[in-house]
C-alpha cells in the first residue's frame, strides 16, 4: 500500500504542474481558448504540490521503514489537498461568464489536470487509509489462535 500511496503522490504532484483553468471564447462556428491558469501561479495550487510532496516523504518512508502509520499519516495532507483543489474549482468556476445571445460566449472551462489531481488525492488518500486498517494475516491467524481455547 505504501508504494500506490507514493505513486498517488507522484501523480499529485505531476498534476499540480498542469493546467487547471482556461477562458473559453467561441461563437457558433468557431471557438478556443486563450488563456490558461496553471495551478502553480495561484496559491492553493502551489500549496497542493506541497501536500504532494509531503504525501510522497510520508509513503516512501512508511514503506522504507516498514511502519503503517507512517504511510498512513499521509492520508492527512493528501485529504488536504483534495479540499484544496475543491476550493480552487469552487473559486475559478465562476470568475469569467459572458454570453451575448448566440453570437459570443466566454467563460471559464475546467481542465483535465484538476480533475486528474482531484483523482490522485482521493486515491493517496484511500491508500493510506487502507495502510493502517490493513491488518497482517500471519499476525491475525497467530492472534486467533491464541485467543481460542485449546482442547486438551
Known sequence: MA??????????VYCSTLPWVA???GT??????????????NPLGLLVLICGIIVIALG??????????LTGLAAVPAL???VLVVLYLVQATGAVDLRLGNWLTVGTVIQPGCYAALGGALVATLCAVLAISRRNRAGAAASGRAASPSPR
Open 3 to 12: 508504494l500506490l500511496v507514493v505513486v498517488a503522490g507522484v501523480v499529485l
Open 23 to 25: 477562458i473559453e471564447a
Open 28 to 41: 457558433t462556428i468557431i471557438s478556443g481558448s486563450f488563456a490558461q491558469e496553471r495551478a502553480l501561479e
Open 60 to 69: 516512501a518512508t512508511g514503506a522504507y521503514a516498514g511502519r503503517r502509520l
Open 80 to 82: 488536504a489537498a483534495a
